[in-house]
């Protein structure tokens, strides 16, 4: 898309483009708002409650499409100032449009956020945002503080007590850990008998990269609910399963098109001889939905086994 931004820095300035957004909401007045100083913050922090709260919904739901397709565009200071919107379905997107930030000043404010929120959807929103901070974790980017506190608030969130939706968030995100604790959540996840919870903890199995699920997953893969057969293959794939191939290969055919599109991608992370052979016949299909899935697997697959080598359908 277009890169319409301004250099909308001055108080006149983005008072004047509040203004229009309070009127109609328009995706170049949007883009404006991008890459905001952080001098403009306590502005824009006491203008934003005067635009209309449907006018707010629209435009941080806009901000997070916009975000995604264009990746030049950084809207981190609305979404900071969001956060404490009134209104949960603008702190809901506005926790959605952090998910990819790694500063550990934005994960403090998400903390923060989490401690008093008390909406189902935005705690289960900040539950699964705080995943991309575990993974930092785990490789030692964050500080100690921030990283204690993370731990201490994901663990928190795994009480059963805790409603489903927020719980489940919970531990997809902690899974990276694979203490004791996450262990045992997984576990007790898997055996739960709901629905939303096994398929998260399939999901967590292969996010831990603990291969003592391997047999569970491999279960799984066989299942009649194609959610569990989905994120068993996904699973799978992240624990380069050398045994699933041949399960994963016969869903290449699943009649449903994302567990078909999971056991691709899977043999794509898993590589190896077998899996590229049968990824380049895939890259062939006649079906653009296939083939599609099967170039981008076997790109991952020919780059694993040799950078330097250029991907031949």
């Not at 993974?135 to 204690?148: A, F, I, K, M, T």
């Not at 995100?173 to 096994?198: F, H, K, M, Q």
Request: charged share 30%; glycine share 4%; proline share 5%.
């Amino acid at each position: 898309m277009t890169d319409t931004r301004g250099d909308m820095v001055g108080t006149s300035d983005l008072q004047k483009l509040l203004t229009r957004l309070s009127g109609q909401v328009r995706a170049s007045d949007i883009a404006q708002l991008s890459d905001l100083p952080r001098a403009t913050a306590r502005t824009l922090r006491e203008l934003w409650p005067t635009v209309p709260v449907a006018n707010r919904r629209r435009i941080v739901s806009e901000m997070v499409e916009l975000s995604e397709l264009n990746l030049s565009l950084n809207f981190r200071q609305v979404f900071l100032v969001a956060l404490d919107d009134p209104d949960a379905e603008v702190r809901r997107s506005a926790v959605e449009g952090l998910w990819e930030e790694e500063d550990p000043a934005v994960l403090r404010r998400l903390l923060a956020r989490l401690a008093v929120e008390t909406e189902i959807p935005v705690r289960a929103a900040l539950a699964q945002v705080l995943g991309r901070f575990a993974e930092l974790d785990v490789l030692g980017r964050l500080p100690s503080q921030e990283s204690e506190e993370l731990r201490t608030a994901l663990i928190a969130l795994l009480d059963p007590r805790e409603p489903i939706d927020v719980r489940r968030r919970a531990l997809e995100s902690a899974a990276v850990y694979a203490d004791a604790t996450v262990i045992a959540a997984i576990e007790e996840a898997y055996w739960s008998g709901d629905p939303l919870l096994r398929a998260s903890a399939l999901y967590a199995m292969g996010r831990s990269l603990d291969r003592r699920w391997l047999p569970l997953l491999l279960d799984e893969l066989h299942s009649e609910d194609p959610e569990r057969r989905y994120e068993a293959a996904t699973a799978c794939g992240e624990l380069g399963a050398e045994e699933a191939v041949d399960d994963l290969i016969g869903l290449t055919s699943d009649p449903d098109r994302d567990v078909q599109g999971a056991a691709i991608l899977a043999l794509g992370r898993i590589g190896g001889t077998v899996a590229t052979n049968v990824l380049r016949r895939l890259a062939r299909s006649a079906d653009p939905v296939v083939r599609e899935a099967a170039e981008e697997a076997l790109a991952e697959a020919v780059f694993a086994a040799d950078p330097l080598r250029p991907t031949p359908w």
